[in-house]
């Protein structure tokens, strides 16, 4: 940390939230780490692990996932020295001042002015929203877990309330990784019938979960699905973990 106070960064590029949101593919990756930001799309293929673990957080402010690579577990100082080779700016706010989040508090969380301005739910409509226990916009995940395994992984986006970019990060049942199947294989109907709920659900509002209940309503092979491992109601309580759980990132 103290390494961290000691260094100058006025000298180097101010790079906005805007600006780095704009780097959000392998085409161009940047990161936001502790208050400074780097260019890693050269890295990408090189890091060891599966593109999409680094890919995730192309444009944002990553200082979460640096300091976790796995839960509660930091870089290396190898990894941290090969990071600073990436440098291209310091993050800044819409001011020009430097922005450095705190651990586990992602930049962007709640803006300064409207820290300062939200006096009450009245003006604040997030404050609103919270004090009702509605759902705030923003990315979030979640699990379903049974028997000590998880069964379903999830992440979406809120947006106004509605559902946008779902998708599965992990499905399994006894064993089987249903998003490792192919074409042919014997559990590969239930995989597809995953993917059109979540095409279903795209840009529905949140309270479409339920019907979920009723999967005819959702997917077209409903004998499949019924015969399957994998159920609705597991779905919609992976979904509701994830709500419960509160905005893992804001949007
Ligand atoms: C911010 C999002 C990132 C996440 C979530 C992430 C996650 C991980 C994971 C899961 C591993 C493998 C498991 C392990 O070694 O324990 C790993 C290793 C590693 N990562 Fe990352 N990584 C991120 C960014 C980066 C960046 C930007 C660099 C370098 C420019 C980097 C460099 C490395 C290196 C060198 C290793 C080998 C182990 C070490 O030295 O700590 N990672 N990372």
Redesign the pocket.
Known sequence: ESEREDRDDAGLESITLAELAEHDSAESCW?A?HGRV?D?TD?VPD???EEE??LE?CGRE?TE??DN??PG?P??P??EA??ER?LIGRLVDDTGEPLEPGPGEPTGAMPERQAEEATSPAQDERLARALLGLPLDGHYRGVFIDRGSIQVNITFDLRDGHIESLAYRYLAYRGVDYLALEEGDELYPVMLQHRQIAERLEGAPITRIFALYEPASLVDDIDGYSGATLRGAKVISAIRDALNRGVYAWP
């Open positions: 990161k780490i780097y890693i890295y890091h060891p692990t673990v680094l957080w990553s996932g640096w690579k796995r577990v870089h290396s190898r990894a090969m990071l990436y």
